[in-house]
């Protein structure tokens, strides 16, 4: 009798293991680690180049984009976006959907010109991009869209 209660011990025992490594497993899968980076980049187009800055802060499944940029061919040409977003992850892969974005006062490019050079999230509310997000070695983030690295987003902390 001892002998099949140390059976079924070890059985449950087993169990149980299995499937804490389950959960963890899809909570890993799911589970998105707070981050804070910042990019400058330029953006060539055959009509137009594009200096832009972006700074993300996501935190568990939501986040805030700030855009900041402006135009080769118009100086004066000023984008200033502030984009609040929803956040979910299958494994690398990022889904991102525009909650509200905010267009500041000094922002003099529209929407109907940034739409040939930037995705509809960027610029409207209730839309959707999806980004590969690579956390590399040096705590830096590699954002890919489509196929192609795009950018390398720069960490920063976390503020408490």
């Not at 799911?30 to 200096?51: A, G, K, N």
């Not at 690398?92 to 509200?100: A, E, Q, T």
Request: overall charge positive; proline content about 3%; charged content about 20%.
């Amino acid at each position: 009798m001892a002998r099949y209660r140390k059976m079924l011990f070890a059985l449950c025992l087993s169990l149980l293991m299995v499937a804490v490594v389950v959960g963890y497993y899809f909570w890993h899968r799911h589970y998105i680690q707070p981050f804070l980076c910042q990019v400058s980049f330029i953006e060539h187009h055959s009509d137009e180049t594009l200096y832009l800055w972006l700074n993300y802060t996501v935190d568990g499944d939501t986040g805030m984009l700030s855009i900041n940029g402006r135009l080769k061919s118009d100086p004066t040409k000023t984008i200033d976006r502030k984009i609040f977003f929803q956040v979910e992850r299958t494994d690398r892969i990022y889904h991102l959907k525009s909650v509200r974005n905010m267009k500041f006062p000094d922002d003099n490019v529209s929407d109907s010109w940034l739409e040939k050079y930037v995705p509809l999230f960027f610029i409207y509310s209730d839309e959707s991009v999806y980004t590969r997000i690579k956390k590399q070695d040096n705590h830096n983030y590699l954002f890919i869209f489509g196929t192609l690295p795009t950018y390398v987003c720069h960490a920063s902390k976390m503020e408490s």
